[in-house]
C-alpha cells in the first residue's frame, strides 16, 4: 500500500516495494499521456537515465504496451552524458535497450543528442532542435516564461541530491538564459554531459522525481523537508515546477528519513 503526502504542488508516493513503485509510475505515466494526447494531440516527455529507465519497465509490459498512444510520444533527454550512442554510459542506449525498443515508438519522435561533437556544440544543436519543436507545438510553451512546456520530466537522483547533471554547488545550476547547457567537470563519469537546465524543469507540466534505497535517503530528506528554505542544499530541493506538479517516487528505505513517522521504515 502506497503512503502518500505532500502540499497543493507536491506528492509523495511512498511504497512498500519497488514492483509496486514501478506499477505506480507506469499507471502515472499511462495517465498523463492520455490526458496530453487529448489535450494537445501529443506527449512530450524527457527521460534521465539510472535506475530510473528499469523503473518504468511495466510501461513495456501488459496492458499499457497496448492501450498507451504511442505513436503520439516524442521523447527527450533531460540530460545526456556526451558519448557514443552505442557506449555503456549512454542514457540514450539503455533507454532503447531497456524500454523504447520494445514498444512501437515512432523513430523519428525519438531526439537523441549529436554524439559527434563537442559537450558544448551537443548542448547548443539540442537547444535548437527543442527550439524548433517549440515553434511547431510538439512542446508546449511556458505561459509564464519562453521556456519549453514539457508534459512530463521524469528525474532519477543520486545520493548527492543531484538530478539532470545538475550537481550540488556546480555553476550550471545557476544557468538561466540556456534551455540546455553542458558541463565537462561531472564530478561522477563520464565527465562531459548536457543537461536541462532548472528553468526548463521547472516549466514542465509534471516533473516526477524517482528515488529508491538506503543511500538516498538523506538527499531525499534534505529536498524535501526543507523545501520553502531560502536555499535548499540540494539541487532535487529546488525542483519544482512554478505551475506545473512534482511527484516524488520513492521507496520505504528513501523516505526513512522524512520528517513525519509515517514515512519511517
Known sequence: MALSGGHKDRELRVHESLDELSTDLADYIAELSEASVKERGV??????????????????????NKTVDWAKWYIFW?????????HADSNYKLAKDRLLSKVPIIPSHVHSINDTVSAEEAADDYE??????????????????????????????????????????????????????????????????????????????????????????????????????????VPAGVAQPLKGKLVWFLDKAAASKLEGSQFSA
Open 128 to 233: 535548437f532542435v527543442i527550439r524548433q519543436l517549440v515553434k511547431s507545438r510538439v512542446i508546449s510553451v511556458s505561459d509564464i516564461s519562453d521556456c519549453p512546456k514539457f508534459d512530463l520530466i521524469l528525474l532519477g537522483m543520486g545520493p548527492d541530491g543531484h538530478v539532470a547533471s545538475l550537481f550540488p554547488n556546480h555553476s550550471a545550476l545557476e544557468e538561466k538564459d540556456e534551455w540546455v547547457t553542458f558541463i565537462t567537470d561531472s564530478p561522477k563519469p563520464p565527465p562531459e554531459r548536457i543537461t536541462f537546465t532548472l528553468p526548463v524543469i521547472n516549466s514542465a507540466s509534471n516533473v516526477a522525481i524517482v528515488a529508491t534505497g538506503d543511500s538516498k535517503a538523506e538527499a531525499v530528506h534534505l529536498a524535501v523537508d526543507d523545501v520553502g528554505s531560502d536555499s535548499p542544499s
Open 43 to 64: 506527449f512530450a516527455i524527457a527521460l534521465s537515465g539510472g535506475s530510473l529507465i528499469g523503473l518504468m519497465g511495466k510501461l513495456c509490459e501488459a496492458p499499457y
Open 78 to 86: 533531460a540530460d545526456e552524458r556526451v558519448v557514443a550512442k552505442n
